[in-house]
Antibody
Framework: EVQLVQSGAEVKKPGESLKISCKGSGYSFTTYWIGWVRQMPGKGLEWMGI????????RYSPSFQGQVTISADKSISTAYLQWSSLKASDTAMYYC????????????WGKGTTVTVSS | SYELTQPPSVSVSPGQTARITCSGDALPKQYAYWYQQKPGQAPVLVIY???ERPSGIPERFSGSSSGTTVTLTISGVQAEDEADYYC???????????FGGGTKLTVL
């Protein structure tokens, strides 16, 4: 079974750093893009960026460029989303999802990681 | 940056047809995709490449495209179809993806 397993919920303070993870299984991790999607409380989905674990090629939405870092460790089939200095406005649910090989749709989704940033 | 525009809400009675539109300048060049999201759940792909339906998605879900607008149609709406629906596509150069703002489908 193809699945993406995300790390657990996080509660952090403003200014702290954070790295959340997404582990793929049941398919060839290095040959599909992995994307990250933000959903702030009560709001819509926002496309953040994607990474191709095979060569670490990474693309960001202009809205998130410079705000987060997406990375991957293909040796353990895991993608990451990280912040160097969290803000309260980073409070959201973050989903990872597998992107189709040839098109931009996400066909397999993780269950999401809740990030709460509060002093 | 590139944007996709959806109506915030659509309401229909059970058995009727719901149509949800999504507009964007690059839609003639890039495919559109549709996701259904129910409260507390991850999104589920219901239409890909404008009009293709993934396996396991009921036939009442269909998609179409015309110029800068794509449409998700749900025929014979059922109570279980009440959810938020998001269109998604890519910018004209396929550099990054983008979601529409989402449409809340209410089944009266």
């Amino acid at each position: 079974e193809v699945q993406l397993v995300q790390s657990g919920a996080e509660v952090k303070k403003p200014g702290e750093s954070l790295k959340i993870s997404c582990k793929g299984s049941g398919y060839s991790f290095t040959t599909y893009w992995i994307g990250w999607v933000r959903q702030m409380p009560g709001k819509g989905l926002e496309w953040m960026g994607i990474i191709y674990p095979g060569d670490s090629d990474t693309r960001y939405s202009p809205s998130f460029q410079g705000q987060v870092t997406i990375s991957a460790d293909k040796s353990i089939s895991t993608a990451y989303l990280q912040w160097s200095s969290l803000k309260a406005s980073d409070t959201a649910m973050y989903y990872c999802a597998r992107r189709d090989l040839s098109n931009y749709y996400m066909d397999v989704w993780g269950k999401g990681t809740t990030v709460t940033v509060s002093s | 940056s590139y944007e996709l525009t959806q109506p915030p809400s659509v309401s229909v009675s059970p058995g009727q047809t719901a149509r949800i539109t999504c507009s964007g300048d690059a839609l003639p060049k890039q495919y559109a995709y549709w996701y259904q999201q129910k409260p507390g759940q991850a999104p589920v792909l219901v239409i890909y490449k404008d009009s293709e339906r993934p396996s396991g998605i009921p036939e009442r879900f269909s998609g179409s495209s015309s110029g800068t607008t794509v449409t998700l149609t749900i025929s014979g709406v059922q109570a279980e179809d009440e959810a938020d629906y998001y269109c998604q596509s890519a910018d004209s150069r396929a550099t990054y993806g983008v979601f529409g703002g989402g449409t809340k489908l209410t089944v009266l």
